[in-house]
């Protein structure tokens, strides 16, 4: 059971929207920056989304991230195949002393 | 170009002993928080150590105790000492740069295996 919610899978059709939500609490998503990472089959993760909603270089616009409260939101516009992946939403909960992330979303594009 | 490679993993018995390692290039290496990251077969992101840019050090729950995360600056490498392993902490370790809370994990390397069986 992961600290960090997420829906276990979303899907859309090229080109549509997708979004993914990352629910906590006051201890981690409140207190603390989120961050997102995409890990492709059988690769590593990658950072897609830093501070809650800031892109590192080579990151499209068409990722995009917000927080509200204890719930972060990660939205995937433009939907392309290249985009199927799983997605994992961080942060740091001061409560436990550690990093957390989500259970992880599998996107399929359909 | 940051640089992470990860080594030390392998096939180990319960209750064995592994020390990993990360040698980091291409960045200023005290600058910057260390994490270690790990992921079981078919399932997700595991957050295991931090090691912050002053030194302090952090772990969860399922490894306080047992796993120890240290630095070299001089050889500008991360190290996860994992003692007493269980079955359960058989995945694929994942060395990554900067912090999950902070401005995130900006840098991944390509992990290495632990496998723990008797």
Redesign the interface.
């Known amino acids: 059971q ?1 600290v960090l919610t997420q829906p276990p899978s979303v899907s859309a059709a090229p080109g549509q929207k997708v979004t993914i939500s990352c629910s906590g609490s006051s201890s981690n998503i409140m207190s ?2 989120v ?1 997102w ?1 995409q ?1 492709l089959p059988e690769t ?4 897609l ?3 809650n909603n800031k892109r ?1 270089s080579g990151i499209p616009d068409r990722f995009s991230g917000s927080k509200s409260g204890t719930s972060a939101t990660l939205d995937i516009t433009g939907l392309q195949t290249g985009d199927e992946a ?1 997605y ?1 939403c ?4 001061s409560s ?9 979303t599998k996107v399929t594009v359909l | 170009e940051v640089q992470l490679l990860e080594s030390g993993g392998g096939l180990v018995q319960p209750g064995g002993s592994l020390r990993l390692s990360c040698a980091a290039t291409g960045f200023a290496f005290t600058s910057y928080a260390m994490t270690w990251v790990r992921q079981a077969p078919g399932k997700g992101l595991e957050w295991v150590s931090s090691c912050g840019k002053t030194g302090n050090k952090y772990y969860a729950d399922s490894v306080k105790g047992r796993f120890t995360i240290s630095r070299d600056i001089s050889r500008t490498t991360l190290y996860l000492q994992i003692d007493s392993l269980r079955v359960e902490d058989t995945a694929l370790y994942y060395c990554a740069k900067g912090g999950v809370g902070e401005s995130g994990l900006d840098s991944w390397g390509l992990g290495t295996l632990v496998t723990v069986s008797s």
């Open positions: 992961s603390n920056y961050s990472y890990q590593a993760p990658k950072l989304i830093y501070e590192p799983d994992y961080g942060t740091w909960d436990l002393r550690g990093g957390v992330f989500g259970g992880g």
